[in-house]
């Protein structure tokens, strides 16, 4: 196995793109919008993409709800933004933890109808004013620990599905005041204040299996480069301070805040400890690239990679069939008719 996550250019694989992945024999695969047109079409290409590397590959999906959802309407339901649930556990706390359990439920049905058995939730980020919209509505709420519990009910959620989470985006991304998608968010909090505030969700849960870096320069951490490709901030913040030990992929090695060629981008990312690379984008030139500067999983990173295919084969096993009319039913009860369809 690579230490590579995957994505492909359309809603089945080119000749081209199954002799790559063959040879490269990525961790896993990652969909998106443009590789998704029913469930059906998606089950033969989730089948496809571990059939080129001979084993049950993890295959992950951003399905958050609201604005980042691959999977649409009217195919699929329009699950609402986390920023609902935070709106719910204002006035009722065990009704709001509910709705996002039973919430993630339903998203883990609909991937695991489509052979997806990852998805890049919960969202930890802690939102604030003034912070560019990015992550926005995507948040729980403005306050750590709301973000917590319910980034831990959504996390349940999901795994009593069969469906593994992955928290984002550590150690947090509330802050940016750019879309690190277009270009660099530099954060100039003092450490005490981040530690308080952003790093709290993904200290309370680190036991998770997965995680995703941001692409974020914190000054007061490291001035000169963004978490992804940062040994302090991975060292010293994500593995000690916060304490996580799971499988550390990158966000996105394509997206514009990080300004080096990509062989470059994918080389400092895994030498400053991130275990896996993530590239979305499909495009095979530029997989090609990053694929040429990402070695074969070995040492602890293989341990965590071996530990995720370990924990996505103990939920599948344990995750009993979803009687989806009883929880949208439910989801309806507690979060209300006109919430669950916003």
């Known amino acids: 196995m690579r230490s590579l996550i995957l994505g492909c250019a359309g809603p089945e694989l080119s000749r081209a793109e199954r002799l790559f992945f063959i040879d490269t024999d990525p961790f896993g695969f990652i969909l998106f919008q443009r590789n998704c047109e029913s469930p059906e079409q998606i089950r033969m290409l989730t089948e496809d993409l571990r059939d080129c590397v001979g084993r049950h590959a993890p295959v992950l999906i951003d399905q958050e709800g609201g604005r980042v959802q691959r999977l649409k309407p009217p195919q699929w339901r329009a699950a609402p933004p986390a920023a ?27 991937l695991m109808d489509c052979g997806v058995d990852v998805d890049c939730l919960p ?12 992550i926005g509505d995507r948040a729980f709420a403005y306050t750590p620990d709301i973000v917590a519990r319910l980034g831990r009910a959504q996390a349940e959620g999901l795994a009593a599905g069969g469906v593994a989470p992955v928290m984002k985006h550590i150690p947090g991304h509330g802050r940016a005041g750019v879309d690190s998608h277009h270009a660099l968010p530099r954060v100039d909090t003092e450490r005490d ?39 302090t901030v991975i060292g010293e913040v994500i593995r000690q301070e916060i304490g996580f030990d799971g499988l550390l992929m990158s966000d996105d090695i394509s997206m514009k805040a990080l300004a080096d060629p990509l062989d470059i981008s994918t080389a400092r990312a895994l030498e400053a400890g991130c275990d896996v690379v993530l590239h979305c984008n499909g495009d095979m ?49 507690l979060a209300g008719q006109n919430r669950a369809s916003t």
């Open 84 to 110: 609902l649930f935070g709106t719910l556990y204002a006035e009722d706390p065990v009704r709001a933890e509910q709705a996002v359990r039973v919430n993630a439920r339903l998203i883990a049905a609909e």
């Open 123 to 134: 969202l930890l980020d802690v939102r604030q004013d003034g912070a560019h919209d990015v």
């Open 193 to 231: 204040e981040l530690a308080v505030i952003d790093f709290a969700p993904f200290k309370a849960l680190k036991d998770l299996p997965m995680a995703m870096t941001a692409h974020v320069i914190y000054e007061t951490l490291d001035s000169g480069r963004a978490a992804t490709v940062s040994p």
């Open 285 to 333: 030139t530029e997989m090609q690239t990053v694929a040429g500067a990402a070695p074969v999983l070995s040492g602890k990173a293989l341990s965590r990679a071996e530990m995720v295919l370990g924990f996505l084969d103990r939920i599948r096993r344990d995750a009993r069939p979803a009687v989806r009319e009883e929880l949208l039913s439910s989801f309806a009860e």
